[in-house]
């Protein structure tokens, strides 16, 4: 065989033997999770013609317990628009969740206002520490009463790796 075509060939065998070696099964695992919050800090608030209340800079802290056994604290700093007529509006904001010494989930969210109190959106996240590579991603709902707030999640997490 002429070496142009041999080099080529072996190659392609190595490629075809060893890839597949390194190539690790990937996960998606599913979960639910409640998460409990109490508002530390309202943030700045306004209210424009119309009757839309702004809100930027809110922050809520407090637990997120999950069906895999991963409980931590989140915090979460949002800002939202709300009709105060209709009850409609947008809300986004960034969160961290820590899981003690393992490490922690950071991401973002938006949601719809869709009943003043009640919202519905998704979330997306990336893994530090302990889950490092790992990402998070889902929907959530939740409620506003008072202080208080309460979401109930419906998530995976994508692990490259394979099952946690």
Same mark, same amino acid.
């Given at each position: 065989?002429?070496?142009?075509?041999? #080099?080529? $060939?072996?190659?392609?065998?190595?490629?075809?033997?060893?890839?597949?070696? *390194?190539?690790?099964?990937?996960?998606?695992?599913? %979960?639910?999770?409640? $998460?409990?919050? $109490?508002?530390?800090?309202?943030?700045?608030?306004?209210?424009? &013609?119309?009757?839309?209340?702004?809100?930027? /800079?809110?922050?809520?802290?407090?637990?997120?317990?999950?069906?895999?056994?991963?409980?931590?604290?989140?915090?979460?700093?949002?800002?939202?628009?709300?009709?105060?007529?209709?009850?409609?509006?947008? *809300?986004? /904001?960034?969160?961290?969740?820590?899981?003690?010494?393992?490490?922690?989930?950071?991401?973002?969210?938006?949601?719809? #206002?869709?009943?003043?109190?009640? %919202?519905?959106?998704?979330?997306?996240?990336?893994?530090?520490?302990?889950?490092?590579?790992?990402?998070? *991603?889902?929907?959530? &709902?939740? &409620?506003?009463?008072?202080?208080?707030?309460?979401?109930?999640?419906?998530?995976?997490?994508?692990?490259?790796?394979?099952?946690?």
């Amino acid at each position: 065989m002429n070496k142009k075509v041999l #080099i080529p $060939v072996m190659a392609l065998l190595v490629l075809f033997v060893v890839a597949p070696a *390194m190539a690790a099964p990937a996960a998606k695992i599913k %979960y639910t999770a409640d $998460v409990s919050l $109490v508002i530390i800090s309202p943030g700045e608030e306004w209210t424009t &013609e119309g009757g839309i209340l702004h809100v930027k /800079g809110l922050i809520a802290n407090g637990t997120f317990v999950s069906s895999l056994g991963i409980s931590g604290v989140m915090l979460k700093k949002l800002d939202f628009t709300l009709n105060t007529i209709t009850g409609k509006g947008t *809300m986004n /904001g960034k969160f961290v969740l820590t899981v003690g010494e393992v490490g922690t989930f950071e991401g973002s969210f938006r949601d719809k #206002i869709t009943q003043f109190n009640h %919202y519905s959106g998704t979330v997306v996240g990336q893994g530090t520490g302990g889950f490092a590579g790992l990402k998070t *991603m889902g929907t959530w &709902e939740g &409620e506003k009463d008072g202080n208080a707030i309460v979401n109930v999640l419906d998530a995976i997490i994508l692990s490259p790796k394979g099952p946690l």
